[in-house]
């Protein structure tokens, strides 16, 4: 299956392309929805998850960014600036966590296919500090997820935090504090996520490299489910731009790892990303976007 991430709501591509599409960076997180007690702004999700149906396509939804409001620590440092502060604490009050997840996945029952509890947590830049009681925190907040999502909406699949393989992520090694904590709690989800994102100038040979040690640690751990999808990759992120001539092969070879693993989501990041992000140009009319609509199935 090929999915897509996207920053903005403008230039989306027809419809019908894509199966899946992850909702994250375009202005709909945690905190820019649950404004205070009891106070929420659909708005702007309402029109992304109609904008999603109207092309055909199933909506993941990732749950992050902690409003600053809530937060345990809501004046620590390190958060990603396009979050703002407490984004990357745990909240101060699970049961009003939970409120948000009921009110959220009872709005959108039957039309957010997915939900991913939490963005890259071994990045600073979204959980800080990177310590036990806050890995534990987060564990106890994706328990709770999981329940009140599977009372709301019984079809909608709860997936793991996406883990981190590559080695200036902290890799395995580092994702295995949040997986031991997820095991303790008993595994409360349907799936698990990676971000695969090989260094500057690697390829193919890279990406599956990575995407092997992600799905061979956690199937080490023997977790009630194999399910692993790749909800964020691309290729010489933050540096040049991949040249038309050399996407066709990248792209390709992706799948084709991704097959050899039993992995069938991949989730492309990100549409119309070369300006600021370099990497693979996936856009109307470029190779990389061609080849990504070649794999929907």
């Not at 409001?69 to 396009?82: R, V």
Request: charged share 15%; net charge negative; hydrophobic share 40%.
């Amino acid at each position: 299956m090929s999915g897509l991430g996207f920053n903005n709501l403008d230039n989306w591509p027809a419809v019908g392309t894509l199966n899946s599409i992850r909702i994250w960076d375009i202005g709909v997180t945690w905190r820019d929805i649950h404004q205070g007690v009891d106070v929420y702004d659909w708005s702007r999700l309402d029109s992304v998850v109609d904008q999603i149906q109207g092309m055909g396509a199933q909506a993941t939804y990732v749950v992050g960014a902690t409003p600053q409001w809530l937060a345990k620590y809501p004046d620590q440092c390190c958060y990603a600036a396009w979050l703002g502060p407490g984004s990357n604490s745990m909240p101060s009050d699970i049961d009003e966590f939970n409120k948000f997840i009921w009110n959220l996945s009872t709005r959108y029952a039957g039309r957010i296919a997915a939900y991913e509890i939490w963005n890259e947590p071994q990045l600073k830049d979204f959980l800080y500090p990177y310590e036990d009681s806050e890995v534990n925190a987060l564990a106890k907040m994706t328990e709770r997820a999981y329940s009140t999502i599977k009372s709301c909406d019984g079809g909608a699949l709860v997936m793991a935090a996406s883990v981190l393989p590559r080695e200036s992520s902290g890799g395995m090694s580092k994702a295995s504090k949040y997986l031991d904590a997820i095991q303790a709690k008993g595994w409360n989800v349907d799936g698990f996520t990676t971000h695969i994102y090989p260094n500057i100038d690697e390829g193919v040979d890279s990406w599956g490299s990575m995407l092997s040690d992600a799905k061979n640690s956690i199937a080490a751990m023997s977790p009630p489910t194999s399910m692993l999808w790749v909800t964020e990759t691309n290729y010489n992120l933050l540096g040049p731009v991949i040249p038309e001539e050399a996407a066709g092969a990248l792209v390709n070879g992706t799948y084709a790892y991704a097959a050899g693993e039993g992995v069938s989501v991949i989730m492309w990041y990100g549409w119309d990303t070369t300006a600021n992000l370099g990497g693979l140009n996936i856009n109307e009319g470029t190779t990389a976007w061609t080849e990504i609509q070649s794999h929907h199935v």
